[in-house]
């Protein structure tokens, strides 16, 4: 008798999973521990392990498909153990608890939507506002939206006379999704690339930020002239001595973290009722490759020296690239840098990585003339200059607090020499 195996739990609020590749098939053997699937939700991409070792027997979720925390994924033939051995472990791993009855006013929970059901709301144009979930605080879950979709179930009949029926009246609020693209006209030559597991992740995770978050930006331009200097004089005997480059990027999460201890309320997170300003700053860095983008995290981040950030930044693009970021390198952040600069970018408006309230892009060093000011009068000279642009969530954050962030983050970079500013 074949023993299953389910969806873990791979986040605090993670519901549900989307697996997207298998790595095993039927009749494969493995070994305890030995990765069986890539899964993806909106918080962590990673690998699931074997929980047994012996054969895989049936795989029961497609790839690209999301299913609920708990829900059976495959099943697998445990080496060395008989029938009655594998239906006792079945017996017990399948026991469900005893479910949690919640009171029909608590509804802390009901605007905590998940990509998938975001998407599905989106695809149907089905008002979420309008339907009463059946999970845990009152969230809205998958199955709930697809018995309006399959049935007209009334969702609200414990509540309301009143059915629940996909809204069709504000087509101006909904967004699009990847999905319409079945809209698009298409000419001969033209490609058709299908959407990859983790672009549909980057996609649901970018929807939900701008769907509940109300954005705002914000930007400065920096002088580093002294920055460059400095980090100019330093860099051959630091790589010398440490093993890797030391770019620019460090230097600006140190300012950061240090602007972010003097202003916490930007390293917050909204929470419904409530905002939970973070202890703890872990700074979470927007990684690309050529067809995904990863944000792995810098866990206490105000703790470590401009080499500790250097080596972090080193390590964990080279993960990300190399395919062995895991599920736990990502989780935590509670603010995002995001280095657009390394693509010759001079302006831009990031969206904000869910559910942290602002995320700050570090834009090209340009030189420029610049007017500067002296006892001799005002003269023009050749500077380096950046633009530092923040998103931040208006829920949480309102302009003044973001523009004394800012204005902080730029005098601490335009005052980094090596009188002012360590690197060990």
Known sequence: MATEMTMPQLGESVTEGTISKWLVEPGQYVNKYDPIAEVMTDKVNAEVPSSYSGTIKELR?????????????????????????????????DVAPTPHVETPTDQSQKRRYSPAVLRMSQEHNID???????GKGGRITRKDLQRIIDGGVDQKATTSAEPVT??????????VTPQESTAVLTSHGDVEIPVSGVRKAIAA????????????????????????????????????KEGFNLTFLPFFIKATVEALKEFPQLNSMWAGEKIIQ????????????????????????????IKGLGREVHELAGKVRSGKLSGADMQGGTFTVNNTGSFGSILSTP?????????LSIESIVKRPVVIESDAGDMIAIRSMVNLCLSLDHR??????????????????????????SIY
């Open 396 to 421: 949480v954050l309102d302009g003044l607090v973001c523009g004394r962030f800012l204005a902080r983050v730029k005098e601490i970079l335009e005052n980094m020499t090596a009188e002012t500013t």
């Open 205 to 240: 995770n970018m929807v939900k930020s701008k769907h509940e978050a109300p954005h705002a930006w914000m930007t400065v331009e920096v002088d580093v002239t002294k920055l460059v200097q400095y980090r100019n004089k330093v860099k051959e005997g630091f790589k010398e």
């Open 278 to 305: 973070k202890k703890d700053i872990n700074i979470s860095l927007a990684v690309a490759t050529d067809d995904a983008l990863f944000v792995p995290v810098i866990k206490h981040a105000d703790e470590k020296t």
């Open 128 to 134: 979420l506002e309008q339907v009463t979930g059946s």
């Open 61 to 93: 979720v497609q790839e690209d498909e999301t299913v609920e925390v708990g829900v059976v994924i495959c099943t697998i033939e445990v080496e060395g153990e008989s029938n009655s051995e594998a239906a006792a472990s079945v017996k017990k791993e």
């Open 166 to 175: 996909p809204v069709t009246n504000k087509p101006e609020s909904k967004p």
């Open 351 to 359: 969206i904000i990585n869910h559910p942290q309230a602002a995320i």
